[in-house]
Nanobody, 127 residues
Framework: QVQLVESGGGLVQAGGSLRLTCAAS????????MGWFRQAPGKEREFVAA????????WYADSVKGRFTISRDNAKNTVYLQMNGVKPEDTAVYYC????????????????????WGQGTQATVSS
């Protein structure tokens, strides 16, 4: 069992930065790939980024590639999403998720790849 709690959301101007944090509890955290998803008002939840169990592999949605960076600290049971150069279209509730596997050959962008989810944190980008 893994419990996830996101934090770090807030209001930021376009072009600014936010750093989201996902604190995990549970002994299996270090063996799982982790991901971030987001859901904008009126839209379906979409994949943002993922990271393998060791941090050695990362995957990104095309819409955030080059602007967002996912990282993890297994000693602290924490995953981060550094969001730079944010745009109004990045406004959404951001969710942290723990994957079923530790590593993927292809981008783990499907929600069914993940078995534990946090409650989400709101990030709002003003123009």
């Amino acid at each position: 069992q893994v419990q996830l709690v996101e934090s770090g959301g807030g209001l930021v101007q376009a072009g600014g930065s936010l750093r989201l944090t996902c604190a995990a509890s549970g002994r299996t955290f270090g063996s799982k790939a982790m991901g971030w998803f987001r859901q904008a008002p009126g839209k379906e939840r979409e994949f943002v980024a993922a990271i393998s169990w060791s941090g050695g592999a990362t995957w990104y949605a095309d819409s955030v590639k080059g602007r967002f960076t996912i990282s993890r600290d297994n000693a602290k049971n924490t995953v981060y999403l550094q969001m730079n150069g944010v745009k109004p279209e990045d406004t959404a509730v951001y969710y942290c998720a723990a994957a079923r596997a530790s590593y993927y050959i292809q981008t783990p962008s499907g929600e069914n790849e993940y078995e534990y989810w946090g409650q989400g944190t709101q990030a709002t980008v003003s123009s």
